[in-house]
């Protein structure tokens, strides 16, 4: 191809005279230039043409094509504008074959010409592979297996290792060096490359270890202290895990900080058959007494008490009666308190609640006396985990224990107010 435009160039300068025709050597060399320059031009307006003409039908072919096949994953191609990129090579490869042609007499122009055209074209294959990487990430994602994975920091680190050798590419052209002496000279600089790029080295062994592990998922719950995040994993990148909070703030924490600190992922709690209420009660402890006979036929009444009250109060007569606590004794007999029957009330009552999953862990409890008084707590799990319904159902519960607790002649702790005082003064 070469030698036959420069052939034809050189039919224009054959002249005839005596002995035939005779190529001319002086004008032929004094309009170099202008051919020069000529081919040049009309080689941009073909590239142009063809970049023109890459875009508008191989792109929009391929398109259209990838529209109406059944599969997906040339979808994502399209969605990346993947083609896009790819129809750059075309009239790059083109100016980059014709340029010895256009130059040929100028080796210097066609070296410079050359280069800055090869960098294009690296240029070119850079955008293409990371585009490429992510229609991958979006592939993959798009499968519900993985989509709690962290896809995204797998693609970044791809597209991190094909950005540097393709820069280590671009400057071996323009330098004229080899790519092994930039390998080593960033072997040289480990140390240095090491402290630039430590966050993300150590977001890259903490993404690893988070998916190996099963450490977070997208999606999950999580409660990290240390940086105010109580929210949803919104993404898990290289560097990064994006946490949308309730308040709908963003809070984005250092991935390797998943594995260094503690935090809390509610992951058990949503794949379990509910969600945990425990809470307790403060009683004063001098409202604490025994049952007498009138609060005994008075919780009676009330039909979950009844039977075990009848049950319970016949088991320690019998009690008493064997161990000869009756009489002037009486003091040391068993008795019921008011406090044993607030407990039992409120067992029963959570057993009974539609609410309350009764599968699971279900008990009420007495803790330790405090200066608060004395902790009666609830401990049982909600049939349903929706944040709203698990609140309601709590306050449900709470406040029917508020309610009904001074029908056992017991009163909840509450620490006096100047106007408690005013009035005890008053």
Not at 355 to 376: A, C, I, S, W, Y
Request: glycine content about 4%; hydrophobic content about 45%.
């Amino acid at each position: 191809m070469k030698e036959t435009v420069i052939d034809w160039i050189k039919s224009f300068y054959f002249v005839s005279s005596d002995n035939g025709k005779i190529f001319d050597q002086a004008q032929y060399e004094s309009h170099t230039l202008y051919w020069a320059l000529g081919m040049f031009f009309a080689l941009l307006l073909v590239s142009v043409v063809m970049w023109f003409f890459t875009r508008l039908v191989l792109v929009q072919v391929l398109h259209l094509i990838a529209t109406k096949s059944r599969v997906t994953w040339d979808d994502h191609l399209v969605k990346n504008r993947v083609f896009r990129s790819l129809a750059h090579l075309v009239p790059l490869m083109f100016m980059e074959y014709f340029l010895s042609i256009a130059f040929y007499q100028y080796p210097r122009m066609q070296g410079f010409w050359s280069k800055l055209t090869y960098v294009l074209i690296i240029w070119a294959v850079m955008v293409s592979v990371t585009r490429a990487l992510s229609a991958l990430q979006s592939m993959i994602i798009s499968n519900e297996k993985y989509r709690d994975k962290p896809i995204q920091s797998y693609i970044q680190v791809g597209k991190i290792v094909s950005i540097g050798i393709l820069a280590i590419l671009m400057l071996s052209i323009l330098t004229n060096r080899t790519p092994v002496f930039f390998l080593t000279s960033l072997g040289a600089m480990a140390a240095i490359l090491v402290l630039i790029f430590k966050d993300t080295i150590l977001g890259f062994i903490g993404s690893i270890q988070l998916a190996t592990n099963d450490i977070i998922r997208i999606g999950d719950w999580v409660t990290m202290e240390r940086f105010g995040a109580d929210g949803d994993v919104e993404a898990i990148t290289l560097s990064t895990v994006k946490i949308r909070n309730f308040d709908k703030t963003i809070t984005t924490i250092p991935t390797y900080a998943f594995i260094s600190d503690s935090f809390k992922n509610w992951r058990g709690m949503e794949e379990s058959e509910g969600r945990r209420i425990k809470r307790a009660i403060f009683l004063q402890i001098s409202t604490i007494h025994f049952a007498s006979n009138e609060l005994i036929e008075k919780l009676k009444e009330i039909s979950f008490l009844k039977q075990f009250i009848e049950t319970r109060q016949k088991e320690i007569d019998q009690y008493n009666i064997n161990n000869g606590l009756v009489g002037e004794k009486a003091i040391n007999a068993r008795r019921m308190t008011n406090i044993g029957l607030f407990r039992r009330y409120t067992e029963y009552y959570l057993k009974h609640h539609p609410l309350v999953n009764k599968e699971m862990t279900l008990m009420v409890r007495q803790q330790d006396p405090k200066e608060n008084g004395v902790p009666l707590e609830i401990y049982c799990f909600s049939t349903s985990k929706v944040w709203e319904e698990y609140e309601d159902l709590q306050a449900d519960i709470f406040d029917h224990l508020f309610a009904v607790v001074s029908h056992f002649e017991l009163s909840v702790f509450e620490r006096p107010t100047g106007r408690d005082f005013k009035e005890k003064n008053g």
